[in-house]
């Protein structure tokens, strides 16, 4: 089965740092850290775990600085060394279940919801925040224990039953989940939108900022419309078509990178006050601003942007340390909170129960509160990743919001592989990718040709039996929508994804 590792050995990622740099194929050579191999199926580490093949997986702003090893080992000290599995973002169809498992069984529709934690690892005595369910808070994640084996970027995963999350049945189609693929693979990143959003819920009519319009940002939005209509959601972007797309969404204003603090102070009517050395500073400001990039910068401007006693959420991550001025947190008394994926939500907001933010974002999808699936604007084959991971990287120029794998698109292999137990059936489509007249003879674009693999081996592909014209569509749709040729991203001087904010996390 095809699979991905990322081996974050420092020597590894000190070499594709440097050369990084200057040539962006060092991201997809030999001595990366990204590594996509063709392995023997593994069996079951344990009669509690679970086989997953994967229908979707998708590309998150967090994957990409350690697939260029952008990362600072004084902050990242527990990756350092460690053999990791990327794709967190996934839907996939369980079609193995060990003897012990009791809470899933074959044919179901599952979402990755948890890293291994107290209750996967067998520890006896779990730790106060997985006694809590806040499994994304564990404190002793790093115990040995039966290890994962793949994630999202492969075409099988095995995990513990209770790293998973099970699609409700749809009450209107029995039988058929109650989200469709294109949502489901969507549902991690709107977790972590909710999750950021219920850690300060804005008041109506209040002022809120969200800074960065990548997913997370664009998924930030449509929860704060969705749950505070009455609020009025400003966004920071970029790019143009992330502008286009906030407004659609709903932001009342936008605010632009050059001359922000001016920009700021007139939205808000805050005044501003900048002395001859000293970093400007606003008096009023936003009620809550949303952080979805997470570096030095953006967290020093949302302070200085927040009125006082307001509050700052950190939902963006960054890998390096951050420098900063928090003169604002005692001066102004801002209060500076941070969120960390998703966990257990009060829900409803004003009810003493508790719900996985899983369940409370599933909800809200299947009422039509929340469209994540509108975000997806790329999707390829897991043999084709270099051109993905490509146009998730240079997103200024290709576009891209949300970048999946399509494991429909993944060409048959030569070697005996598993297959689903049943066609998908998908229940909605993201935005239109299509080709008005896609010939069912073109030669498929994605993973339709050789594909080397990182150890020199040649794997020779062949059409899949079980594919019919519209994958055929898809991988015509790929041809047309790919904005970039593999020999000239390889070959072309070009900076990394640390040059560009990852405001997609």
Known sequence: MWIATLD????RALVTSLLGRFWRGAYFSSFA????QNLPRRPLPAPDWVRV???LAGICGSDLPLIAADVDPRVAAALAGQQLYPGHEVVGEVIEVGDAVQTLQV???VVLQYAPHCLTLGVPTPCRACAAGDYNLCERAYQPGPAQIGSGWSEEMLVHERQLFRLPASPEKPGEPLL???????LEPTAVALHAVLRCPPQPHERVLIIGAGTIGLLTLQVVRALVPDAVVGVMARHAFQVERATRLGAAHIIYPQDRYREVARVTGAELVSGPLGQPILLGGYDVIYDTVGRSQTLQDALRWTRAGGTVVLVGRSLHRLHLDL???WSREVNLIGSQTHGQEYWPPDQPNRSSTFAVACELIAQGLLAPEQLITHRFALSDYRHALSTAMRRAQTRAIKVIFDYALQPALVVPNVRASRMRRRQAAPAALHL???APSAPATTGSLSQISPQGDSESFGPSPSRGASSLSHNATNRSSRSLKLSK???????GPSSEHADDL
């Open 327 to 329: 003169t604002p947190v």
């Open 489 to 495: 991203e390889e070959q072309e001087l070009a900076p």
């Open 436 to 438: 008005p007249h896609a």
């Open 33 to 36: 850290p990204l590594q996509v």
């Open 107 to 109: 044919g179901d529709i």
């Open 180 to 186: 469709s693929d294109e949502q489901a693979v969507m």
């Open 8 to 11: 974050l050995d420092p020597k």
């Open 53 to 55: 093949r994967n229908r």
